[in-house]
C-alpha cells in the first residue's frame, strides 16, 4: 500500500514509518519540522519505497495531490508536548485543529481512510480509572493553559468521528498514552528524555510537583505495532482505542529507577509546577489505559517494560550525545 503519514518526521511518525516500510509498504511523509527532526527519518532515505516533503499540511494543494496519491494516510501532524503547549497556545489550538481538518475534507473528497492519533490527555482530570473510551471527559477551567491540548484533539475526534458518519470516510482514532523510545526530544517537556539526559550528564533530575503523579509508559516500538496492526482492519472504522503500557510507576520513582539504572551520582530536585509551567498548572494525578478494546479488535499487548524503555533511551542518548545536551 502506499501511505501518506503527516507529521512523518516527528517521534513517533519516524518509527511508524520504518515499520511499514519493513512491512513492504511505500511511505510519504510530509512535515514541516516544526517539532519534528530530519534525524527522525534521515536513515530511510535510502530506501527506494520512502520519500517526503518538508511543507505544512496547510499548504492544501499540495496535500490534496499527496493524498490523491496514497491508498491511506495517517495523521500524526500536531502541536504536542505540554509545555510547548503552555507555551504557545495559539498554535498548538490552530495547529491541532485546522490541520485535522484539512486532512479529513481531502481524505473525504477522495474516499481515502485516515488513521488518527490523537492522546490520552483527552481523558482529563477524570479519575474513572483505567480509563476507558467509552469514559467521560473531563477538563479543567479554561484559563488553565494545559487544557487547550486536550480540548483541541477532543475536538479533532469529533472532527474524525462526525466525517465517518456524515460523510462515510473510514476513520480510526488512536489514544495514544505516554510513549517513549529512542530519539524522542526532551524539548516540549516529555519526562524520560529529560531525566536520562539529566543523569548522564549529572545533573539534578527535575521532579516536578511532589513527584507522586504517576504515569504508563509505553514503547514506541509497541505503540506502531498498533497503528500498523490497525491498517485495512474495517471493523475499527469510526472508533477510537486506547494505546498505551498499563505498567504504572510515579514520577519520583522514575527519577530513582533512572538514577539507578545510569549509576548517576546526580541529585533529585522537586520543582514546583508554576515554575515548570504556569501558575495555577493542574496536572493529571494518574493515567491508566484500559486496553480491552484494542486488544479485542487486533490482539495488540505490550512487549516491553519500562526497565527495557529506560535502558534503550539511555542507550540512544548515549550514543548521540549531540542530543543529550540540548534538553
Ligand atoms: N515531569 C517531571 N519533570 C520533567 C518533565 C516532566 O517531573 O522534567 C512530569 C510532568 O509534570 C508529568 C510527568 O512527568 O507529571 C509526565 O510528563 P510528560 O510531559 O512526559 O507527559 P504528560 O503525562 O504530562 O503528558
Not at 496535500?63 to 503547549?85: K, T
Not at 475526534?157 to 476513520?171: C, D, V
Request: aromatic letters at 8%; proline letters at 3%; a negative charge.
Amino acid at each position: 500500500m502506499k501511505l501518506l503519514i503527516t507529521g512523518g518526521a516527528g517521534f513517533v511518525g519516524g518509527h511508524l514509518s520504518e515499520r511499514l516500510l519493513k512491512a513492504g509498504h511505500s511511505v510519504h511523509v510530509i512535515d514541516d519540522l516544526s517539532t519534528g527532526s530530519i534525524n527522525n527519518i534521515s536513515h530511510l532515505k535510502d530506501s527506494p519505497d520512502f520519500s517526503y516533503t518538508i511543507e505544512s499540511v496547510d499548504n492544501v494543494q499540495l496535500m490534496a495531490e499527496l493524498v490523491d496519491e496514497a491508498d491511506m494516510i495517517y495523521h500524526l501532524a500536531a502541536a504536542v508536548g505540554v509545555q510547548l503547549i503552555v507555551d504557545s497556545p495559539i498554535r498548538a489550538l490552530e495547529t491541532n485543529i485546522r490541520l485535522t481538518e484539512i486532512v479529513l475534507n481531502l481524505a473525504s473528497k477522495k474516499g481515502k481512510p485516515v488513521l488518527f492519533t490523537s492522546t490520552s490527555e483527552v481523558y482529563g482530570k477524570s479519575q474513572a480509572l483505567p480509563f476507558a473510551e467509552d469514559g467521560d471527559l473531563t477538563f479543567g477551567a479554561t484559563d488553565k493553559g494545559r487544557w487547550a491540548y486536550a480540548c483541541s484533539k477532543a475536538i479533532d475526534e469529533f472532527l474524525a468521528l462526525a466525517y465517518y458518519r456524515e460523510r462515510g470516510l473510514p476513520t480510526v482514532t488512536f489514544r495514544l498514552f505516554n510513549t517513549v523510545g529512542p530519539r524522542q526530544t526532551g524539548r516540549y517537556g516529555m519526562v524520560i528524555p529529560r531525566l536520562v539526559s539529566q543523569a548522564l550528564s549529572g545533573r539534578p533530575l527535575t521532579v516536578y510537583g511532589d513527584g507522586e503523579q504517576r504515569r504508563c509508559f509505553c514503547h514506541v516500538s509497541d505503540t506502531v505495532e498498533a497503528l500498523v496492526g490497525m491498517l485495512e482492519v474495517e471493523t475499527a472504522y469510526g472508533r477510537v482505542f486506547n494505546v498505551g503500557s498499563q505498567e504504572e510507576t510515579s514520577i519520583v520513582d522514575l527519577a530513582r529507577r533512572i538514577i539507578d539504572r545510569t549509576n548517576s551520582e546526580s541529585e533529585i530536585v522537586f520543582v514546583p509546577y508554576e515554575e515548570a509551567y504556569e501558575r495555577g498548572f493542574e496536572d493529571m494525578e494518574r493515567r491508566i489505559p484500559d486496553l480491552t478494546r484494542v486488544g479485542e479488535e487486533i490482539g495488540w499487548q505490550t512487549s516491553r517494560d519500562l526497565n527495557e524503555i529506560i535502558d534503550d533511551v539511555v542507550a540512544y542518548t548515549q550514543f548521540s550525545s549531540g542530543t543529550a545536551t540540548a534538553v
